[in-house]
């Protein structure tokens, strides 16, 4: 599934193809990925003839704000956004299409069918539905040592699955909430509301520069993206202890172990992070 910093870089990537274009009509080819409104030819004809003017990212949520409205798409597991000339033959599991003026399309493909497409009048996509009632966003400058200090204050829950609370924090997965504590040094198990100010500080700056770095080595491959391949701007992070079990500590040379915390597969170095 993507995290944050794919969905980051599918933004940007959205950003530079299709903002400016405006929509002819939609193509919708499985009924079911379109939640909202129930109708799919309400959507199409809301849709139609509307000019894209911005593109943003709340959480793993794509926004495409619109003349009217705002088109709030999740990816899921796998789906996929590419940019085709019309007469270029359509992809196998290609479920919508915006059809643009200039006879370019954007096509949403998704093998697993487990993505969603909302449509709000604008402003009304954070009084209800998917992205109401969710946490700070970590790449924002709203997201300060102090803004953590306070969601951490008095928690008797263990930090890691209070990290991947939606509604605690956002678009911080597994991989990354690993990788976060390793590199403040900080167990998975503490209680969050134990953390020292000092580890609180390293946890922020972690949060950050893990997520930054993420999205910076996502754009590298922006290249396949345009070309409609699909790849989609996924990156290899080179990950410090994140499926790296039995693999010696990038730090410290101890062997990295792997237990489970919350339900999750969670992987950290024993002498880096003591409990
Ligand atoms: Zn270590």
Redesign the pocket.
């Known amino acids: 599934m993507p995290e944050l910093p794919e969905v980051e870089t599918v933004v940007r990537t959205l950003r530079s193809l299709v903002l400016g274009k405006t929509i002819e009509r939609v193509s919708v080819h499985l009924p079911r990925i379109v939640r909202r409104p129930d109708d799919v030819e309400a959507f199409k004809a809301q849709l139609a003839g509307q000019t894209i003017r911005e593109i943003a990212r709340r959480a793993k949520f794509i926004q495409f704000f619109m003349d009217q409205d705002v088109l709030i798409s999740h990816l899921r597991m796998e789906g996929r956004y590419g940019l085709y000339q019309a007469d270029e033959p359509v992809e196998k599991h290609t479920h919508v299409v915006f059809h643009f003026t200039d006879q370019t399309e954007l096509r949403y493909r998704d093998v697993r069918q487990f993505g969603t497409m909302d449509l709000f009048p604008k402003g009304q996509e954070t009084v209800s539905g998917p992205l109401a009632k969710l946490g700070v966003e970590p790449l924002s400058e709203g997201f300060t040592p102090d803004v953590l200090r306070k969601l951490l204050a008095g928690r008797t829950t263990k930090i890691k699955p209070l990290l991947l609370n939606q509604e605690c924090m956002v678009g911080l997965g597994n991989i990354y909430v690993d990788e976060s504590l390793f590199r403040a040094g900080i167990h998975p198990e503490r209680p969050a509301g134990t953390l020292t100010g000092q580890e609180v500080d390293r946890l922020h700056a972690s949060i950050v520069a893990t997520l930054s770095e993420a999205v910076e080595q996502g754009g590298s491959s922006i290249k396949s993206y345009v070309n409609g391949q699909g790849e989609m701007g996924m990156f290899q992070q080179s990950l410090m202890v994140y499926g790296r079990k039995n693999e010696p500590?990038v730090?410290?040379g101890?062997e990295i172990v792997r237990f489970v915390v919350g339900g999750r597969g969670t992987h950290i170095?024993p002498?880096?992070q003591k409990k």
């Open positions: 500590c730090r410290c101890a170095c002498v880096c």
